[in-house]
C-alpha cells in the first residue's frame, strides 16, 4: 500500500501517552507503519497516513489508542476505492457512508 495517504487534518486517532505500555501491538498491526515505539512509550509518526482501519485501538491492552468511533465509518472504504478507480482509470466513487 506504499503511496496510500489519507485525507491530511482529518483522521480521528489519538494516542494517549500516559496508558501507554510500549508493548509494540500498534506498531506491529498498523498497514501503514505510523506507530513508533521508542523509550518505553508509543508516538504516531505520521498522522495522516492513518486511513482509520481500527486496528492499532483493538489490539492495544492498554486501551491507549482511540480511532474514529465508527470504526472507520468508510473512510478506509474511500481511500482503497481512490486507489482502485486509479488503477482502472475512473473517478473515485466515494465511501458509500
Do not use: Q
Not at 68 to 78: F, K, L, T
Amino acid at each position: 500500500m506504499k503511496g496510500f495517504r489519507y485525507l491530511d487534518n482529518t483522521a480521528i486517532l489519538r494516542l494517549s501517552e500516559e496508558k501507554c505500555i510500549g508493548c509494540g501491538s500498534c506498531e506491529l498491526v498498523c498497514p501503514h507503519r505510523i506507530f513508533r515505539v521508542r523509550h518505553g512509550k508509543a508516538s504516531i509518526t505520521d498522522h495522516n497516513r492513518c486511513m482509520e482501519c481500527g486496528a492499532c485501538a483493538k489490539n492495544c491492552p492498554a486501551d491507549a489508542i482511540y480511532v474514529n468511533p465508527d470504526d472507520g465509518c468508510g473512510c478506509a472504504a474511500y481511500i482503497i476505492n481512490s486507489w482502485l478507480a486509479g488503477i482502472r482509470g475512473k473517478p473515485p466513487s466515494g465511501c458509500g457512508c
